[in-house]
């Protein structure tokens, strides 16, 4: 019997919804265990994830996969997807307009997965997800909005431009699994509203 994923999946591959499934070469819907307590949400796919239909397959995705190992996860504890589908050309940032039609997919995503807690990956996630303009101030920090919690950390792409950042996201993610266990434990967080 197909599952709810697997329909959302073959919904995503096959959309035309905007300019951008013009030029893909590859939709990419999101990955990983559904059966989660973390979704990992960042930008759009690479040029990698274009032609592999997979996310976070490419540079930045070896980046965040050796942030995961450190913090303690692995790629297949968690899910990951991105706000848009499609790989916008030359991969600039997507547009409100691409944003705007691919949500209804990362909303049937968080009500599938139903995460505790949602990683904002970078400013693009931040700024769709949580209308915010940078990371700088809430960065390794848990939001709360409308009774669901969000970790805000940087983009594992960032790191190809700083290598300091690369123990930062480390950092991050290591609060981050810091901060589910004491959840799972019921051990009291701090949290931004
Ligand atoms: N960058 C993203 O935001 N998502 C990917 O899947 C790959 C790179």
């Not at 329909?7 to 499934?21: A, F, H, M």
């Not at 991969?91 to 009500?111: F, H, T, V, W």
């Not at 990683?119 to 409308?146: P, Q």
């Not at 981050?176 to 701090?190: F, H, M, Q, S, Y």
């Amino acid at each position: 019997m197909p599952s709810e994923i697997d329909d959302l999946r073959k919904t995503v591959i096959s959309c035309t919804s905007c300019e951008l499934s013009k030029s893909r070469t590859n939709a990419v819907p999101g990955s990983g265990s559904i059966n989660t307590e973390i979704m990992f949400i960042g930008e759009a796919p690479g040029r990698t994830e274009d032609i592999q239909g997979m996310p976070f397959v490419g540079t930045a995705g070896k980046i965040l996969s050796e942030a995961l190992v450190y913090a303690g996860f692995t790629r297949e504890d968690i899910y990951i997807t991105n706000i848009v589908k499609c790989r916008p050309p030359d991969n600039r940032r997507p547009n409100k307009q691409e944003m705007d039609s691919c949500n209804s997919y990362l909303q049937k995503e968080l009500k599938i997965i139903r995460p505790k807690i949602i990683c904002v990956l970078g400013n693009t996630a931040f700024g769709s997800l949580l209308n915010g303009n940078a990371i700088t101030k809430n960065r390794g920090k848990i939001i709360k909005r409308n009774e669901q919690l969000y970790f805000v950390t940087i983009h594992p792409a960032a790191i190809l431009y700083n290598q300091d950042l690369r123990q930062v996201l480390k950092d991050d993610l290591k609060t981050l699994a810091d901060i589910l266990d004491k959840i799972k434990k019921g051990i009291p967080i701090e949290i931004n509203e």
